[in-house]
């Protein structure tokens, strides 16, 4: 069992779609979950109750005979294929309700808890004032004991709107369930999804904090394909490159690099535990998930944000505190201001 106070048990990794999901990064970071871990549905919520469909519409595809099906908005909950070393994973992807968040919350944790989940982490992204071409900063909130203390999470200090992540959460500590939060934030300025740098830094925290280890080396090479297109197309216009400039210097000045040599070790540590499984990958004799240790690499230092950095919400929720609009607080939802779309 990995040394993590996350998967000491079945725990469920959760996102939906909306306020709390800029650049669609949460959920695409579920998904690829879902992808690598081959997770099966197990149960959904009752979509009548939840949602208006004025709103979140059904889909409408063909299938492979050429039959035309309809896709409901929902919200689903999936169980990943364990192996020996770790306990079941459930995966929760959905859409933000419309309406009962009260009731919506209580089934999805009733459900949940039926099947032995006792930790929740629940992913966000929001937009904020933060270059490109640094790493994607991540904040880490809990007030779980266990989980601050392990994971140096950030003390909930938010006070204003929240979403149904910053709402489940509170019902999940209510309910005496471990929760944990992490937010990515995305620059504003590229806020069309895919945003793959931002959930290559959200997978690296749930690696962190989970001690699964997780094939990102396809995720790295999108990573730096969209950098370089974010470059080439900032260098054809200067005003945005001007911008990003000034981002850059903001963010170069106010956090000196970590370069301690434990910090070292740990970078090493994990690049070592993935080529093991990448190896592990080319080889299916070998086991699907092995530990990560504690080594993910440092987007940015949990419970201590700068300027730039997303602070702690309310409880479970990972967002900014109060501040001046331009300095990542959420404000009205103007665009640089760090503050995710406002429902509509």
Known sequence: MPDSPVATGPFAI??????????????????????????????????????????????????????????WPNTRIYRTRTSATMPDIYLVRGIEPSTRWKEFCHELLGILGDKGVRTILCLGALLADVPHSRPIPVSVSSDHPEIFAALDAGVPTYEGPTGI???????????????????????????????PKAILALIHRVELATGCN??????????????????????????????????????????????????????????LKRRETGRAKDDPGKAEYTPAGDGAPQDASPGEPTH?????????????????????????????????EQPR
């Open 14 to 71: 959760v996102a939906f779609e909306g306020w709390n999901d800029a650049a669609d990064a949460a959920t695409q970071s579920v998904g690829l979950l879902m992808e690598q871990w081959d997770a099966v549905e197990v149960a959904s919520l009752d979509a009548d109750r939840f949602y208006d469909f004025q709103v979140s519409r059904p889909m409408v595809s063909l299938d492979e005979s050429g039959g035309r099906q309809l896709l």
């Open 165 to 195: 992540i910053g709402v489940l959460s509170q019902f999940a500590a209510d309910r005496n369930f471990g929760s944990l939060s992490l937010w990515a934030a995305v620059p504003h300025y590229v806020a069309q999804a895919p945003s």
């Open 214 to 271: 997780i094939d990102v080396r396809e995720l790295n090479d999108d990573a730096e394909a969209w950098e370089r297109g974010v470059n080439e197309l900032a260098q054809g216009e200067p005003d945005i490159a001007q911008y990003v400039q000034q981002l850059e210097a903001a963010k170069d000045t106010s956090e000196l690099p970590e370069a301690s040599g434990e910090a070292i070790a740990r970078e090493f540590e994990q690049y």
């Open 308 to 340: 730039d950095q997303p602070t702690d919400g309310a409880p479970g929720d990972g967002r900014p505190t109060d501040g001046a609009p331009g300095d990542d607080q959420p404000t009205d939802g103007a665009p640089g201001d760090g503050q995710p």
